[in-house]
């Protein structure tokens, strides 16, 4: 019900500026399809999900890696306070397992933990963590199962509550949380649109954004010989006009 043309046009107004691209279209999807093979049914916590993507992605909705140079990456080596803390135990830990996802999946004992819970190989090859559908995975069955910090999101969004703030302490504390906050409410309203109009439309698959089409030039349904009433009228006179000067002239 997410991806009908009514959930996509409200996203697009309120929340991309009127524009969707594809790759954005295909993210969104990603989420909603992982959202869907979870089996929860509560539409707050896709939208906070939706709305912690769109943040952590810089809103392009596609799986990113953390970025720097590789020596940024050296604060995470072995023997670092945050490299032990992430598992790291072999020289290029750091950058080998920088974060990766729709959020970001970091450090070697969280590769590794990620991997076992999805029966993935993520220490083996860690870019699989980019991967739509894994990432898709890791932020739906991370947020629900309290993976990355302990807290789960049903802590915050539940029968009694929707607290969309400190939801962000399921991934980072609280960090941006009343930005992304704002970001979730908006995502609801189109999930509230997407249910209320269930026959809102194809969802765009190829052409998220597309042009009006031409009405001028083509030709009327009714005639589909191209010929217009206006053209028929127009013959019409014209031929009465020819009869009229032919019974003049001849009487």
């Known amino acids: 019900m997410a991806k009908n043309a009514a959930f996509f046009n409200a996203v697009r ?8 691209s594809q790759s954005q279209v295909d993210g969104i999807k990603a989420v909603i399809a992982a959202w869907d ?46 490299g032990k803390t992430l598992g790291n135990t072999n020289i290029g830990d750091g950058y080998r397992f920088r974060g990766r996802g729709f959020v970001q999946i ?3 004992f969280n590769y590794r933990n990620a991997g076992l819970k999805m029966d993935v190989d993520l220490l083996s090859n860690p870019d699989k963590a980019l991967d739509p559908v894994i990432a898709g995975m890791a932020l739906v069955r991370g947020s629900l199962e309290g993976w990355y910090t302990g807290k789960k999101l049903g802590d915050y969004i539940n029968a009694s509550q929707t607290d969309y703030i400190n939801a962000r302490r399921v991934i980072n504390g609280t960090d941006k949380a009343r930005l992304i906050a704002g970001y979730a409410d908006k995502f609801e309203q ?36 191209g010929i217009r009433p206006a053209g028929i ?19």
């Open 13 to 20: 107004s309120s929340l991309f500026g009127g524009t969707l």
């Open 106 to 108: 970091t450090g070697r």
């Open 37 to 82: 093979r979870s089996g929860d049914k509560d539409d707050r916590k896709l939208a906070y999900l939706l709305a912690t993507t769109f943040h952590e992605t810089a809103r392009t909705m596609q799986p990113i890696h953390e970025r720097g140079a590789k020596s940024y990456f050296d604060k995470y080596e072995p023997g670092t306070k945050i």
């Open 190 to 225: 189109a999930l509230a649109l997407a249910a209320a109009q269930p026959d809102g439309g194809v969802s765009p698959a190829s052409a998220p954004n597309p042009s009006p089409i031409p009405t001028s030039g083509l030709p009327d349904p009714a005639n589909p010989g």
């Open 233 to 251: 009228i127009a013959a019409v006179v014209i031929l009465a006009a020819l009869a009229a000067a032919f019974f003049f002239v001849r009487f």
